[in-house]
């Protein structure tokens, strides 16, 4: 039996926190809309955002990925598009693997129904055995096909998906709104979108916060104004503008993939508990959800510094 001994002992020094896989995936998957060459660097690349590229590499071929020093990385998106994707053929179609990646699978099925191809979306058996049937009805409410095939263990989608008017039950994932999201200003027309049950909303948030970037700017309805007789029970109503064009702005060469908190969390605590930490590369504004522990540490009585960098150190706990 092997043992393991843990000493007490305090945590001190500087980190820099890997890249954000949720920020990652929607900086990839809205670049496949965009007319212009993208470049997106970050620090610390991970299998999921390995997996996102992949994807997004089968749609736009000519992307590619430079890794540099200090554990750092580049990708460039290409702005042409796989022209198995824009015509019509049943027997030449293009299968696209999301492994056990939940958003991967639901937000890129709702993007393939922007194209008039067939495609073919998979993932790990445990993947698979999770609940889909909002792909279902967000896809056939565009007027759009899918259909699963149980001897090919996937999904067969077709578009294109027409505007419409959504309405959609998040009690189970909120991860096609956000492909949803990404998909519809591109159309050619305005589509609408009714959500009830507003699961997991912060993540829809943090979507339509890296849209904005791209100057995609979605509007939300106030819920005075939402139609309540017509559509009982949904709390939530956007309106989304056709022919848009995707248009990231950035100061630097390449826009970056900020921090991703979640993993910052545990050292927060750490150094809360006993230490000195600094934050290197953490967004103070981020809209990612685990971005709320920096409150709940000050609720505790954390010693909390913000300059440029975020530090944490031990004070008298409440």
């Known amino acids: 039996m092997r043992i393991i001994k843990i000493s007490k002992s305090k945590l001190n020094g500087s980190i820099n926190i890997p890249s954000s896989k949720s920020v990652a995936a929607r900086y990839l998957f809205s670049s496949i809309f965009s007319e212009k060459n993208i470049k997106i660097s970050g620090f610390g690349f991970n299998k999921d955002i390995s997996s996102y590229f992949n994807v997004v590499k089968k749609i736009k071929p000519l992307s590619k990925i430079e890794f540099l020093s200090d554990n750092k990385f580049l990708i460039e998106i290409d702005r042409e598009i796989n022209s198995l994707l824009l015509k019509k053929d049943d027997k030449n179609y293009i299968s696209f693997d999301c492994k056990d990646s939940g958003f991967c699978l639901r937000a890129i099925s709702i993007i ?29 409410q565009g007027k759009g096909k899918i259909w699963f095939s149980k001897e090919d263990e996937g999904f067969f989608i077709e578009g294109p998906i027409l505007p419409s008017t959504f309405k959609l039950n998040t009690n189970i994932s909120s991860q096609h709104i956000s492909g949803l999201f990404m998909t519809l200003p591109f159309l050619k027309g305005d589509s609408v979108i009714f959500l009830k049950n507003y699961e997991s909303s912060s993540f829809i948030y943090l979507t339509l916060d890296i849209l904005k970037r791209g100057n995609l700017n979605i509007e939300k309805v106030e819920k005075s104004k939402i139609e309540k007789f017509i559509y009982h029970n949904y709390n939530e109503k956007y309106i989304i503008k056709g022919n848009s064009k995707l248009d990231y702005k950035s100061e630097e060469e390449s826009l970056l993939i900020e921090a991703d908190w979640s993993s910052a969390a545990n050292f927060m605590v750490a150094a809360t508990l006993g230490g000195k930490i600094t934050f290197n590369n953490l967004n103070i504004d981020s809209k990612q959800p685990d971005a709320a522990i920096l409150e709940v540490l000050k609720m505790v009585g954390a010693e909390i510094l913000i300059d440029k960098n975020i530090t944490i150190k031990r004070n008298e706990l409440k």
């Open 112 to 140: 393939l129904s922007f194209f008039p191809s067939k495609s073919f979306v998979k993932g790990s058996k445990q993947l698979l055995a999770r609940p889909h049937n909002m792909l279902y009805k967000t896809i056939k």
